[in-house]
């Protein structure tokens, strides 16, 4: 199986009283995104793409400020992940695998996607199962 979710932190090039300067780069060419702001202790996702355009194979986000959880899982395993997430940094998912957002803070996102290639390819699943006994 390859590679379910990646992040990669920004380049910090330098930082002082002003703020930071950062460099980052996307996996592929993008001409478009969304933008998105959660507030604080909101949930989004529960969904996974089958990568059936280039918007979603792989499916990535731009963490632009903030702290998220990121939960995952392949559609096919039953147990998930969960992992901080600290702005600024990317995201990247693969195809197949449903991930959920918890917002820790205020966070500021681009989806690097356009709105017609997540309609899509957009599937609902539960992250996070009940265990039933």
Do not use: W
Not at 4 to 21: A, H, N, P, S
Not at 94 to 101: C, D, E, G, M, N
């Amino acid at each position: 199986m390859t590679e379910k979710v990646r992040v990669e932190q920004f380049d910090i090039l330098g930082e002082d009283e002003r703020g930071k300067t950062a460099r980052f780069s996307l996996p592929r060419q993008q001409a478009d995104f969304i933008y998105l702001t959660r507030r604080a202790g909101s949930v989004s996702g529960n969904t996974y793409h089958l990568g059936k355009n280039p918007g979603t194979n792989p499916k990535v986000f731009v963490l632009l400020s903030g702290e998220l959880a990121f939960s995952y899982r392949h559609i096919d395993e039953a147990t998930h992940e969960t992992i901080t997430v600290s702005a600024p940094a990317n995201i990247i998912v693969s195809p197949k695998v449903a991930h959920r957002v918890e917002a820790v803070t205020d966070i500021v996102i681009l989806e690097c996607n356009s709105i017609d290639n997540i309609r899509s390819d957009r599937h609902q699943a539960d992250v996070i199962q009940e265990v039933t006994s």
